[in-house]
């Protein structure tokens, strides 16, 4: 067990620091996205999950574009291109499955 504080912040892309854990068949990843910061369109063999605490993200998957605000939650399935560019600051959380190799 540990507190999300003691995890090392990672900035994995410019404007997108995060705090990873990491189990054997998952990755829960914490951010913080800084305004202006944009995640370019990619896709991933990882089916991922996002959940938005705090701000306003805007996110294209599968071609469709989608205003996420706080409460917002999204299932996004493997393979699927999808991009992000936050509005605001923003606070996210993440799931990924499997686990993201390359955050460790």
């Given amino acids: ?13 410019p404007g997108f ?3 990873l854990v990491h189990g054997d068949a998952s990755t829960l990843a914490i ?5 202006g910061a ?3 369109e990619h896709h991933h063999v990882h089916e991922q999950i996002t959940y938005v605490l705090e701000g306003q993200l805007e996110m294209v998957i599968g071609g469709e ?5 706080a409460g917002t939650v999204h ?4 393979n699927t291109p999808h991009s992000a560019t936050a509005l605001t ?7 990924f499955a499997p686990a993201r190799d390359d955050y460790r």
């Fill in 38 to 40: 944009v995640l370019p």
């Fill in 31 to 35: 951010w913080d996205i800084r305004k």
């Fill in 65 to 69: 574009k989608y205003l996420f605000t």
């Fill in 1 to 13: 067990m540990q507190h999300l504080r003691d995890i090392p912040v990672q900035e994995i892309r």
């Fill in 89 to 95: 600051d923003c606070k996210v959380i993440d799931s």
């Fill in 17 to 19: 620091l995060g705090r």
């Fill in 75 to 78: 299932a996004i399935p493997s």
